[in-house]
């Protein structure tokens, strides 16, 4: 028996649908999530595509995220948009409060959207590209569940927070990344310690809160900010904007609601998410003229390349061969079909 | 003869304007320029205060910068504010585009000001503290010049470019961070060149694009990103939009028109500042409140600290008892009172 299946997008997209239907979710809500799951996987960032399916079933099943929810749209100033998610999961959001954001950003020149109650942390490549495929900049924030340790400490309290950006170019798809602001996400360092290989200095402090290279220990103690008190200082201006402003979640606070339920998928609970949009054409009319400029000067030196390319080879790949899944997952997804 | 001279914050702020005066700059320029420099004075943060003071008399001398620029403010968008600073320092500028900018935000819940033809690099804190103290969130970017390789180059392209983030506190100075976006400031490589130690790895490639800790080969050389591939995709964010949103000079353009004046004063040429604005109330009414239970929770860990306390102890010993200039620094801004 192989150990990877090949599967065609349509295949990975029609699947996770069915999958999540026969779970608990709404068919709206699910061709979004079948979306999020078939992208994630398009592009190279397996942790966000079928990885997370039996996650999301699991958080259904257990009470912890509505797979129904239908997010409330409120106008909340005339550059900001307020969703709440209703403890669903934070895409259909997304999609809820997009046309009304893209129109205040195109009347105003910048503009907010603020979700709380996000039952799931998204992708945030995924937020910030259709924003950018729309033709306007979108730097997105979340808060998570605590594993990492503000910078002195030796206890978890801050989340991996991840930062993404999009901004649009002339004639070629968004560029922009989306990364942990922790010095590792956490899979790496699980996939570290299933391994058996040690974790570079300076990703985590053991339980005792002496640094370690040894991913076990890493596992059981708390991770670190990247880019030490730099890193540190983004993390906390996440924390404040995508939860002290919107609403949402503090890590610490989706954490002690998680212990509730178990926390057995791993989510955040009623986390949230900034995602801060702007015209490119506010200012002037030759933002993307003069961005290719910059961006043929990096790649003038070799080595160096621009945030999203490897992720647009490997989507383009994806659509002619398709995606291989570890055989073992995708048994596991196929006996959730029933439910 | 001592070697550092005392001066209260009084002193360094006449002294500052009088010089700035004497040498070609406006009376209203001058007194905002000497209050940037009593401020850094005062919070501790050197490199932007007394010891730019030849500088800034320097770029004037030299016409890079014009001491009596009148910027001018543009209504561009409901939610946008556009400052030119024509070719004079930034601070004015900012001050001219404040009240603008503050309406907007207030009214629209979010807001953005861009600067470009910044004459100096200004010490981003000063912009950002002020819109905090006005009860705003404040995050700025700028551009400066060219010092640091894209990720994975050897090239200077990029700046130290710097990004400052200041939040209101309730019954408290605003908390916040302003930091280079490179692994060191310049400052720093060039005190371990003067006082013969080595720098930190990860500071600095040699003028070969090899690693080196040997602080003059790196002045040499080129600088990093702080946080390597994740810090390096912060700075690029920082040059679109703080110089390719706006309208103000790429690094590497700040650099070309330099060196039509010899670039003596170091600073950069027409750079650009994006400052973006959020009203904390925008979302709800108790972000105040809340962002100080998870203030309380950082400081509950041993060896953290809320960014910006320290700046506070600073500056309150500098009200108390004044600063210390170094001896030969004082002689040189008192040798220029005559112009």
């Known amino acids: 028996m192989p150990d990877t299946v090949r599967m065609t997008l349509d295949e990975i997209r029609d699947l996770s649908a069915q999958v999540f239907v026969a779970n608990g979710m709404s068919q709206s809500n699910a061709d979004i999530i079948a979306g999020v799951v078939t992208s994630a996987e398009a592009d190279g960032t397996h942790s966000h595509g079928l990885f997370r399916v039996p996650g999301y079933v699991a958080c259904m099943k257990n009470g912890r995220v509505d797979g129904h929810a239908v997010p409330a749209v409120l106008d909340t100033a005339p550059g900001l948009v307020s969703v709440d998610t209703k403890s669903g999961f934070s895409p259909p959001a997304v999609v809820a409060g997009r046309s009304l954001a893209i129109e205040k950003t195109k009347s105003q020149g910048i503009a907010a959207m603020g979700l709380r109650n996000n039952g799931n942390l998204n992708a945030l490549w995924w937020d910030v590209e259709q924003f950018a495929t729309a033709g306007l900049i979108a730097i997105a924030m979340s808060t998570t569940r605590s594993l990492v340790a503000p910078w002195g400490g030796d206890t978890s309290l801050f989340g991996t927070d991840p930062i993404a950006f ?56 708390v991770q670190l900010p990247f880019g030490e008190h730099k890193g540190n200082a983004i993390i906390l201006m996440v924390e404040l904007l995508a939860a002290g402003l919107t609403g949402g979640n503090f890590c610490f606070e989706a954490d002690e609601q998680a212990l509730e339920f178990g926390a057995i998928d791993g989510g955040p609970s009623n986390a949230g998410e900034i995602i801060i949009l702007m015209d490119p054409s506010g200012y002037h009319d030759s933002f993307l003229e003069r961005i290719e400029g910059l961006f043929e000067r990096i790649l003038a030196q070799e080595g160096t390349r621009i945030p999203g390319d490897r992720r647009y080879a490997s989507r383009a790949r994806a659509h002619e061969d398709g995606v291989n899944c570890p055989a073992n997952l995708h048994n596991q997804i196929l006996a959730m079909k029933a439910g």
């Open 166 to 221: 999009a901004c649009p170019r002339a004639d070629k798809p968004p560029m922009g990344f989306d990364f942990a602001t922790s010095a590792a996400a956490r899979g790496e360092i699980m996939v570290a310690a299933r391994e058996g290989h040690d974790i570079p200095e300076g990703w985590a402090l053991d339980k005792h809160g002496n640094p370690t290279t040894d991913a076990n220990a890493a596992l059981e103690g």
